[in-house]
Each structure stands twice: as C-alpha cells, then as structure tokens.
C-alpha cells in the first residue's frame, strides 16, 4: 500500500496560482490530489504532522491547518493509537479523465430544453458598445453623479435597521408612490402605489410577466422586429413567441388576430415602436383592448423610453385605456437613469398582485434596499424631474444634428427616419444590402450602430439602428461622416 512517506511531497509552487497560495492550501491540494488520483488509496497511513513538518521544512501548525481542512472535508480520519489514514476513494475515472470534459460547454450536458434554446438564441445583451452611435444607452457623462452619490451616502451612512433587511416584495413604499405619481402625471397611468412592483430592470418585469400568465406552449406574440431580451424572457417560460410584422403605426392588431388566432398574450410598444421608431394610432391601442377582452388575453405594454418625447408631452399609456385590467404596463429607469442601475417596475392589475408577488419573491426576494431608497429620495427632491428636462433638451438637440447631418452625408447610402421620441433614428439601406455587413463595416471604423436584423424573426427591410443617447453633440457630425466612408 502506498504511503504519504513515500510520495514526493514537494510545496515548490509549480504555476503563478501556487505561488499566490498560503503553503497549507498548498499542501492541502497537494494531498487531495493525491488522493483523487489513487497514488494515496484508502487506508494509507499519513505520517505525524511533526515528521511532514520536517520533512517539507514547515511549520507544523500549517502542516496541522491543511489535514484539518481534509479531515472536515472527509479524505482523511484520525483515530488514537492509529494515526492519520486516508478514507476518501480516488474519483472514479469518468470524473478523472480529462477527456470526459466536453468540447462545447453544453455538448451532452443534461440540461434542459428551455436552457439549451436560451443559450442558442443571439444574445441581445452583448456588452453594451460605448462607441458612437451605439443605441441603448443615455448620456452617462451627463448624469448628476454628484448628487446621485451624496443621496446614496445618506442612505447608507446611517441605515435605518429597516433598509437592511428585505422589507416587501413589491418594493419601498416612498418609491412606489413616487413612480405612481410620475406615471398618472406624465402618462395617464391609471394605478395605485400598491399595484406597483419594483423589479430589477424591465427585462425582470418581462420574465415575470411570462412566467405569471403563460403556460408552457402558450403563443405570446411579439412585434416584428423587437427587443430581443423580450424572446428571451417568453423562450424562459416555456412559451412560444410569434411575431407580428409591424408598421408605421407599429403593432397591428388586426393582422395579429388573423395570423395567431390561437394566442394568449400581445407584448407591444405602442408610445415608440422598438427598434423601428412608429406610434401606434388610438383605434389600433382600443381595438387591442378589444381583442384582450374577448379572448380572455393580456396585453404586456412596454414603455421603455417615452420619457423622452421632443414634438410635445409624452404619450398617454395604452394601459389608461383598459377598464378591463388586461394590460401589464412596464417601464424602466435604465434610459433616464442609467441601465446599470437595474431597476423599474411594473404596474400589475390589483387581482393579479398576490401571483405576482409570489412568483417576485421565488425569484430573488426583492430589489436593493439602497438604490431603491436613494432613488425615492432622487425623485422626492425634484432631482429626476429636472434631470429628465435637461436630458430632454439634449437629445431633442442630438436628433436634430443627427438627421441634418444625415441630410448632408449619407444621401444614396442611408435613409434615416427618427419617430419623435427616444435616443435612437434609423437608417435604411437599400433593400438588397445586408445590414450585418453594413454595420460590421461601421465597427471596423470605430462606431456601433446596430443592425436591425438581430431584432427581427423574419426577413425585412435591412437597416442600422443609430444610437444619439450617448454620442455628444460636438462628435455627430464627425460619426456620420465617418459612417459613410464605412458604407461606402
Ligand atoms: C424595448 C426594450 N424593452 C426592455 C428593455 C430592457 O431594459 P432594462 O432591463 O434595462 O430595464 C430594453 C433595453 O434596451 C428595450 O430596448
């Protein structure tokens, strides 16, 4: 039988890792190894921790300190009058071998159907570009960082017990009430504080949205093109998106019934179509009202950017129209705030609260008690509403220089369109082109637009998706003369 003297016990670190690790983690993995690998097999005696000591010219507490972690751990057993024996078995070969460790990450790995066409869908959350033109995102040089963190450092430099320990699923009361009013003041949301969920984004809303009222199979339909994280977040709960081509006055309702008639909920962007910018029209908003209440459906509204409306007043909501209950409105602080932020919140018909929180709850207990408490406080002293003024004008300002230089530059190369809201325009190619190459060639030199392929489920028109939010004014000009030396 072998014994732990006869092994070559060396602590002479052999990676940069080693070297970085305390000498009894060192000899604790030294020894496991071992183990693992049947050159100390069950029963091997392990010599004193005093002749180890010496024989590795170390202390014998560290030699003392790695075989109690073993012997925590289950490997080694120490009995009076016996010594130190190995109890654990080497790993079977299966686990040893490496070869056994797949290729690709999932290749026969058993996981899930769900998870496995997660991972295959195109992601829509690459890390977010920060060069020009990228869409998504909002001025973050602009962002009163300073008062942002004074609020935050309030919050935390004398915690009230109560912000250190999750309070309510839903989220703080000041907050909610502070989006409450916002959303009736601004978008004739009709609602309580109570039917308010804080949640970590509105990608959280919409997964919980999914999981709430669909059931595996179920057909959600989309607007053709969408956000992709929407896909994502239906795929997640088992259900099947089908998409609905939309228009310049974005989602049809009409064209939907007849294509799925068999669906159970429609997510739309009806304030600002995303990516391609239409409103939808007020008989189309009633006649899905219409359609949810016959069926027995639901109408998911995301209202992701309207803060920013540049031609008057933000839109009304779809959601103050339905008397029915049949919508769930989402929105998000991720475009006036900033997306890591992670917070927005849905507004959830009164009777489907208690599902709702239930479901929050499984998922992760409740948002940050910080951000949630600073961003009530941000709210309260006037701060947001003045942020989303100053921001407002700046990017009324950006649209404006992006489309006359477009005018300018890009005539017979792109055609760009900008709805009245938001941080992003389009640019259309032309119908044969392949808007993946185009803004490929756009990254080669330095800019991000987005191509407008990666958010739809059929074929259409190919474009790039233009970001304003976060190129400062002085530098469009410039991104759009160097966009069309990339087109050309
Ligand atoms: C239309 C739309 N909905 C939802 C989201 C998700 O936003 P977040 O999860 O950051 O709140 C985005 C993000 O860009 C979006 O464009």
């Keep these: 039988m072998p014994r732990a003297a006869d092994l070559p016990l060396t602590l002479t670190p052999l990676t940069s890792e080693d070297a970085a690790m305390p000498l009894h983690r060192r000899l604790y993995f030294i020894l496991r190894a071992a183990i693992f690998d049947g050159r100390l097999t069950v029963g091997a005696r392990l010599p004193s921790s ?36 190995v109890v654990a078995r080497p790993l079977p070969p299966s686990l040893a071998a490496r070869e056994a460790i797949p290729q690709s990450p999932l290749q026969g790995r058993a996981i899930s159907r769900r998870a496995r066409e997660l991972a295959e869908l195109e992601s829509p959350f690459g890390r977010a570009s920060l060069l020009p033109l990228a869409p998504g995102l909002p001025d973050l040089d602009a ?17 009230s017990r109560n912000l250190m320990v999750p309070q309510d699923a839903a989220g703080h009361p000041d907050l909610r009430a502070a989006i409450a009013e916002h959303l009736g003041r601004t978008r004739a949301v009709r609602c309580t504080p109570d039917q308010i969920i804080l949640v970590a984004g509105s990608q959280q809303g919409l997964d ?10 179920d057909q959600a339909m989309i607007e053709d093109p969408c956000y992709g994280g929407l896909k994502g977040a239906l795929h997640a709960a088992g259900a099947q998106p089908v998409p609905v081509r939309v228009d310049d006055g974005g989602f049809d309702p009409e064209l939907a019934q007849r294509l799925w008639p068999e669906a159970r909920l429609a997510c739309v962007t009806p304030s600002h179509q995303f990516p391609s910018g239409g ?4 008989e189309r908003r009633l006649a899905l009202i219409d359609w949810a209440n016959r069926r027995g459906g639901w109408i998911v509204e995301d209202d992701y950017d309207s803060d920013f409306r540049y031609a008057g007043a933000p839109l009304a909501a779809l959601q103050g129209l339905d008397s029915g209950n049949r919508t769930i409105y989402c929105g998000t602080f991720s475009k006036s705030m900033f997306p890591s932020l992670r917070l927005g919140w849905l507004v959830v018909p009164e009777d489907l609260l208690p599902a709702f929180l239930a479901v929050r709850r499984m998922a992760d207990v ?39 230089a477009a005018g300018r530059h890009l005539k017979g190369l792109l055609e760009v369109t900008s709805g009245d809201a938001g941080t992003h325009a389009i640019g259309w190619l032309v119908p044969e082109a392949d808007d993946r190459v185009a803004a490929s060639a756009a990254e080669a030199h330095g800019l991000a637009p987005s191509p407008l392929s990666r958010y739809r489920m059929n074929p259409g028109s190919p474009g790039l998706i233009i970001g304003y939010g ?15 030396r990339a087109l050309r």
Excluded: C, K
């Excluded at 925590?72 to 024996?85: H, P, V």
């Excluded at 409103?279 to 007020?282: A, G, I, R, Y």
């Excluded at 008690?369 to 004008?393: K, N, V």
């Design 50 to 85: 005093r002749a180890m000591a010496h024989q590795m010219g170390i202390s014998r507490n560290t030699v003392l300190t790695a075989l109690d972690q073993l012997m925590a751990e289950g490997f080694i057993e120490s009995r009076q009058g016996s010594g130190t024996r």
């Design 470 to 484: 976060n190129t400062a004014s002085t530098m469009i000009e410039t991104a759009i003369l160097t966009l069309a």
């Design 366 to 404: 409740a948002p940050s008690a910080l951000t949630q408490s600073a961003m009530a406080d941000f709210m309260a002293e006037g701060l947001f509403a003045a942020h989303l003024r100053r921001m407002r004008s700046l990017y009324a300002e950006r649209r404006l220089i992006l489309l006359q």
């Design 208 to 217: 919980l949205t999914a999981r709430v009222l669909l059931d595996p199979g």
């Design 279 to 282: 409103t939808m029209p007020l």
């Design 143 to 159: 962002f009163p960082h300073r008062e942002w963190s004074r609020l935050l450092a309030r919050r935390w430099r004398r915690p």
